[in-house]
């Protein structure tokens, strides 16, 4: 992802956030914020070239990044929505994640992200997007990525949450029978999810499901308790999280399985002060950004769900962020949008 191109001249510094201190670890607020203005500025490296397949989704996560962080006017506006519309395909209606790639929906929720936060919804072909994404359900209620007809749980999430933030998912899709599907890949020795019926339960997948019932207001599904205590025990003494037993913590984690417990009403289930702990300890102090785990190199998706992560937990000077679509709270509430979410018990 070439951020460079969308970046604004700027005199360094700016208004909002700043170098926050909780937990003993100080939040390296302006070199994360160098970190993502600079992020592809090579593009002849390899990194550059080896990611263009995931292009779309590197400016949600850096547009996202830096809205939480309050200094989304370091972009440029309208050269972003200009590659978002260069990405749209004139006959499916779906989103690339780069001009000259196929559509698919894990894109299209990206670009439609990225115009949600900036307003600018009426710059694309909307109807477009809403046949694209109502022709990939399937009769069994699942959907597929894309045409060549891969099924994920992630792509129910991607289509409901692309529905939603265009207004039209009650009046499109079968939401019945993309709800039986979903529930189809409940393990019930867990009460997890996984990627279709029978397989692993994952935090990831989890998050995607639990995203989609809340989104569906169908929370009441869920076998909330046994669910919770199962994301719980990913916690591991280093305070981090991982996405099944027996794995290293990663700080992605730090989003899927915090965003699937907020949005159920357990996130007082683990201990937030290690989290918090662990998630500062993966940042850069050099170069800004946040790596998977303490030590190593920064990419601009872990960027994301470390600040995400720190903002659900409430670190000052970020934005509240919302659990659910992993945008800030202030553009759901600009939308009208009110996903499903339980409280404490």
Not at 86 to 103: S, V
Not at 173 to 179: L, Q, Y
Not at 298 to 313: A, E, R
């Amino acid at each position: 992802m070439d951020f460079t191109t969308f970046v604004k001249p700027s005199n360094g510094g700016g208004s909002g956030g700043g170098d926050a201190n909780d937990g003993g670890q100080k939040l390296q607020f302006w070199k994360h914020v160098e970190y993502i203005e600079n992020h592809g500025k090579q593009e002849d490296d390899y990194e550059y070239c080896m990611t263009e397949f995931l292009r779309m989704s590197g400016i949600y996560w850096g547009t996202t990044a830096l809205d939480i962080m309050g200094q989304l006017e370091r972009l440029e506006r309208k050269s972003i929505i200009e590659f978002v519309k260069r990405c749209q395909c004139p006959t499916t209606g779906g989103f690339a994640p780069c001009e000259g790639h196929d559509p698919h929906l894990l894109y299209t929720l990206s670009a439609i992200q990225i115009l949600c936060t900036y307003d600018a919804l009426e710059e694309i072909d909307r109807e477009a997007v809403v046949r694209f994404v109502v022709g990939l359900q399937q009769p069994d209620g699942s959907f597929f990525g894309d045409k060549w007809g891969e099924v994920d749980t992630r792509f129910s999430f991607c289509a409901v949450a692309s529905l939603t933030l265009l207004g039209r998912m009650e009046q499109t899709i079968d939401v019945e029978k993309a709800v039986k599907f979903v529930l189809s890949c409940c393990n019930q020795t867990d009460g997890g999810f996984g990627s279709k019926p029978g397989a692993e339960s994952h935090a990831g997948l989890i998050y995607c499901c639990v995203g989609f019932f809340s989104l569906t207001q169908r929370l009441h599904l869920l076998d909330v308790d046994k669910l919770g205590w199962w994301l719980c025990e990913r916690q591991l003494p280093s305070g981090g999280l991982n996405g099944r037993p027996e794995k290293l913590p990663d700080v992605c984690y730090s989003w899927w399985v915090l965003a699937s417990l907020t949005i159920m009403g357990r996130l007082h289930w683990i201990s937030s002060e290690k989290l918090q702990q662990f998630i500062l300890s993966c940042q850069d102090a050099e170069t800004g950004g946040f790596s998977d785990r303490t030590g190593n190199m920064p990419d601009i998706f872990h960027t994301l769900f470390g600040i995400g992560g720190l903002s659900l937990l409430g670190h000052s000077g970020l934005k509240a962020i919302n659990p659910t679509l992993c945008m800030p709270q202030y553009i759901i509430d600009r939308l009208g949008i009110k996903p499903q979410r339980l409280p404490r018990p």
